[in-house]
């Protein structure tokens, strides 16, 4: 008897089935992680807020949400909780409440975190990096880290992030990373895109303007008393232009930026050319050849480039020198 066509039949089988079965399994895993590893035009899309559920849970990363949006509500001068921060609300700069893309957005923190940061030198959790927020991006105190709003955040970015793998950074995470210019960015170039673009809602001298109950801005400050210190993020040029180009003026988007990268590194220098409060940030980077090359804050490991330098550029040969350090 000829046996060939059943086995022929019975691998054929085995093959449907385990394709089968490796197709449900991977939608499944697609489901709860996007993996945008192989697909660099997928971009990320945050959870949809309609989906949180109405539990104790959901009603934590509501409240989380609140916090994010209505951040002076809660903890600005005039706080229902406690004066914590300047008046501004994290989503003045995390905007949609850091689910936009290119925006600032919340994208990698539920899964990139605990991090080892080097500006801490340390290993941090999501608390931590929270409360830097609030000592610098806000220019306040740190609020309680085991307390019910520091909870509720904490359950919010874990939400905006449940879509992203392990340490993975989705395209359209957090602030574009523009080309560097071949020369230093000039905040005198900055300083005519300012008042073309940005002065009519920043105001004359970068203050903004307070909302008319007083509770959080209706166009946040961009110098001044009132708004980041030295020690934020956005007071690194690199990490401003970044921000400006996808997103201002307000109601830009990534697919639709309106100001080129020039004007970007320009108007960002042009902003951080002005006063901002200081913080000490002398222990920053206790590694230095860790130090990101727009750091305006000696002492570099360099000694080649001035703290001018390192503000404004040009900043090619700089990243070269940092990158060569790191091994790159
Ligand atoms: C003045 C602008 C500003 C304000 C206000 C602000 N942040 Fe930030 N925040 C930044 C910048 C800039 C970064 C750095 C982003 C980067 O490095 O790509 C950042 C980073 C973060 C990160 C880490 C993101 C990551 O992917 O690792 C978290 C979490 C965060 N902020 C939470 C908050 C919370 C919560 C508040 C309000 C209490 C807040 N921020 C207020 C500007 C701000
Ligand atoms: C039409 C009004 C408008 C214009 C014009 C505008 N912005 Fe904004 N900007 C806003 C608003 C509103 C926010 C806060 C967004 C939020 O809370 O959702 C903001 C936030 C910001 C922030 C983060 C918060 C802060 O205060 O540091 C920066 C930086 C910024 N704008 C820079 C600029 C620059 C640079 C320009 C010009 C290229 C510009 N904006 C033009 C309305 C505007």
Redesign the pocket.
């Known amino acids: 008897m000829n046996r060939k066509p059943i086995i022929l039949l019975f691998i054929l089988a085995v093959i449907l089935l385990s394709l089968l079965i490796s197709k449900k399994t991977s939608e499944k895993n697609s489901k709860n992680k996007l993996d945008f590893a192989g697909n660099k035009d997928l971009i990320w899309i945050p959870p949809d807020i309609r989906k949180i559920p109405n539990t104790e849970e959901g009603a934590l990363i509501l409240y989380g949400r609140a916090l994010v949006i209505n951040t002076a509500f809660y903890f600005g001068p005039k706080a229902t909780i406690r004066k914590a921060g300047n008046g501004?609300?994290c989503?003045?700069?995390h905007?949609e409440a850091g689910t936009k893309v290119f925006g600032n957005n919340f994208s990698k923190v539920a899964n990139g975190y605990p991090r080892f940061k080097d500006r801490s030198g340390q290993k941090e959790s999501i608390e931590k990096k929270v409360e830097d927020c609030f000592e610098r991006s806000m220019n306040g105190d740190i609020i309680d880290s085991t307390g019910k709003e520091m909870k509720a955040i904490v359950a919010y970015l874990n939400w905006v992030g449940s879509n992203t793998a392990k340490n993975q950074s989705p395209p359209g995470a957090g602030i574009e990373k523009l080309p560097l210019m071949k020369r230093a960015a000039d905040s005198s170039k900055g300083r005519i895109?300012?008042l073309t673009?940005?002065q009519?809602?920043?105001g004359k001298d970068g203050e903004?303007k307070l909302k008319e109950n007083g509770l959080g801005y209706?166009?946040?400050?961009?110098w001044g008393k009132y708004?980041?210190n030295t020690g934020a993020s956005?007071y690194q040029i690199s990490k401003?232009a970044g921000?400006?180009k996808n997103n201002?003026?307000?109601?830009t988007t990534y697919a639709k930026p309106i100001?080129n990268n020039e004007e970007c590194w320009d108007?960002a220098a042009y902003?951080n050319s002005n006063f901002h409060l200081k913080k000490e940030t002398e222990a920053d980077y206790p590694d230095r050849t860790k130090k990101p090359f727009d750091y305006p804050f000696g002492p570099y490991v360099d000694n080649k480039f001035s703290e001018k330098d390192h503000k404004y550029g040009p900043f090619i040969i700089m990243k070269k020198y940092y990158d060569s350090l790191k091994g790159h």
Do not use: K
């Open positions: 501004m609300n989503q003045n700069c905007l895109v300012f673009r940005c009519s809602c920043h903004g209706l166009y946040p400050p961009l708004t980041f956005m401003l921000f400006v201002m003026p307000y109601g100001l108007v902003i």
